[in-house]
């Protein structure tokens, strides 16, 4: 069973800057789609960014312009850079792998990390 490990969340002040990182296991098929959720105290999940397999992105509106999701499939791997945080992007950050034509809307995903927290003071 391939598992998907996230890393690189912390504390930050906001207006600053973090990485983070997801590194499947095993083989992640290329053809999937992969992306970042998030779920902050109180509130559902929420879609944060979607990369396809050629490389097409979608953001969640309170992030675009701000976040960038990247993928490196000869090393099984899914970033996230955030700029400019804000106090409202603190929650846990989850990575999630899909089928070839998965959206932002996380029913169209079935792996699961199990999250790295991001916290930013303002």
């Known amino acids: 069973q391939v598992q998907l490990v996230e890393s690189g969340g912390g504390s930050v002040q906001a207006g600053g800057s973090l990485r983070l990182s997801c590194v499947a296991s095993?083989?992640?098929?290329?053809?999937?789609?992969m992306a970042w959720f998030r779920r902050a105290p109180g509130n559902g999940r929420e879609g944060v960014a979607v990369i396809s397999s050629d490389g097409t992105t979608t953001y969640g509106d309170a992030v675009r312009g701000r976040f960038t999701i990247s993928r490196d499939n000869a090393k099984n791997s899914l970033y996230l850079q955030m700029d400019s945080l804000k106090s409202e992007d603190t929650a846990m950050y989850y990575c999630?792998?899909?089928?070839?034509?998965?959206?932002?809307?996380?029913?169209?995903?079935?792996?699961w990390g199990q999250g790295t927290q991001v916290t930013v003071s303002s």
């Open positions: 095993g083989y992640i098929d290329s053809r999937r789609c």
């Open positions: 999630a792998a899909g089928g070839p034509g998965a959206s932002l809307w996380y029913g169209d995903f079935g792996l």
